[in-house]
């Protein structure tokens, strides 16, 4: 009996032909066609950012160890050199200052008149679209748009800014907007906070509409007054909004260059050069491209060292708990 059943099994096994490996899953396969579908749109991304930001941020390292005018070879390697002259250069030392000169000032006054604007954009008011378009329409406009209008404005002699000066009582400002070391960097702000302020309370407009109205309600019923509402509900809830607003504004301040080109070139007599000039200054009008890519590599390494720094320190509330290590949310 057991040898008749060997022999029924053997004949089924031939007749069942040879046994072939289990074909793969179906989740197998979809998730093959998963990372085929990922790669077939980050490559292209990859290499783009690869040309275009990597591979110019390794040649202005490269140059920036020689003595280069920008035509033949890279034969003149002064290693630090250009950046040991860097700062030892007054001009590029006073650079560093206005920077910080700028973000001082849009960090105090323009984001605070951003975020007053929003505030009063955000009640109740006839009208308040026409207000929160006009505002905004600023930052639509390119920044030489911004800047030869400007520069039409505060014309020596026959500028809006002197006759508006001279209305006013103050003739010892007529001439001097642009002109005079004392004022041109004032002048220059003034210019930023009409281009960008718009678009900082836009941020801060959005970050009100996004509290929920039941918690103004509640901490009113339970007696904060106006103040009080803002201080302990509105301005913590904001905070997100705040501080990537504040991020953008630094940045901005730093790299800050079409605007001031256009509109002073740096003058006069470098009270108004930002790095960005500096670097296009020696690049481009002195055929210094060594020394200029050393600028160059400076302002990207205080770009990255603020951003890591801010998004460490500053950031970690806001984005502590938003991706998970697999990748959720």
Known sequence: MPSSVSTLTKERTQDAGPVRPPAPSRSRLRGLAGWASVAWFLVPALVLFLVFVLAPIAVAVYTG?????GVGPLEDFVGFGNYAKLFRDQVFLGDLERGLYLI???VTVQLPFALFTAVLLNQRL?????????FFAPYILSEVVTAVLFTMIFLPG????????????????????LADPSTVMPTLFVVMTWK????????????????????????????AGAWQRFRHVTLPLLGPTIRISVFLSVIGAIQLFDLVW???????????????ISMFQFGFKRYQVGYASAI??????ISLVFSLFYQRYVLRRDLSGAVTPGGGR
Do not use: C
Request: aromatic residues 12%; negative net charge.
């Open 262 to 276: 256009v509109m002073t070139a740096g003058g006069p007599n470098h009270s108004s050069e930002t790095m960005a």
């Open 104 to 106: 001082a000032l849009s």
């Open 126 to 134: 006839g009208g308040r679209a026409v207000y929160r378009m006009l």
């Open 196 to 223: 960008y302020f718009g678009f900082h309370m836009m941020l801060f407009l959005a970050g009100l509409q996004n509290i929920p109205g039941e918690i103004l309600e509640a901490a009113s019923i339970d007696g």
């Open 65 to 69: 160890f020689f003595k280069w005018g």
């Open 296 to 301: 160059s590599v400076v302002l990207f390494m």
């Open 158 to 177: 026959g500028g809006v800014a002197d006759h508006l000066a001279g209305a006013l009582g103050l003739e010892g400002l007529q001439g001097k907007w």
